[in-house]
């Protein structure tokens, strides 16, 4: 499976819009050490959505996230865990692990930011919550 978190300076990228790199990494591969950086170039939703998907990338693991490109990339098959915060390597070990839903992985702000989420995905449609994702 791969994954793609977006990176400022070590931490997730607390706005996925304006990323401006992701880490790739490949759970798939036996060591899990099959991994490298992509640069992302754009700001535009639906190129983004395209840059992930001619990627490879399965899910995406990143901060906040605007309805729109959210939407783009779950027509292009790619599953979104957003809110998430973190050192990239560390949520990269949660994922992996299957502990991503612990509190100290969540966006800063109000509590019952995973209800908020759920809430919006049902509203919308239906969608995965972010532990489907998992």
């Known amino acids: 499976m791969r994954v793609a978190v977006p990176d400022w300076e070590g931490r997730v990228s607390p706005v996925f819009d304006v990323a401006k790199q992701v880490l790739l990494v490949d759970l798939g591969h036996p060591d899990n050490g099959n991994r490298r950086w992509e640069t992302l170039g754009t700001a535009l939703p639906h190129e983004r959505a395209r840059r992930l998907a001619e990627l490879g990338v399965q899910v995406l693991v990143c901060g906040a996230i605007s309805?729109?490109?959210?939407a783009l990339l779950a027509a292009a098959g790619i599953r979104v865990v957003p809110l998430i915060c973190g050192e990239v390597e560390e949520v990269v070990r949660a994922f992996r692990?299957?502990?991503l839903e612990n509190e100290r992985f969540m966006m800063p702000g109000c509590?019952?930011?995973?209800?908020q989420a759920r809430r919006?995905?049902?509203h919308r449609g239906g969608g995965l919550t972010p532990?489907?994702?998992l």
């Open 120 to 122: 919006r995905r049902r």
């Open 111 to 115: 509590c019952g930011k995973r209800q």
């Open 67 to 70: 309805w729109p490109l959210e």
């Open 131 to 133: 532990k489907d994702s």
């Open 97 to 99: 692990d299957g502990t």
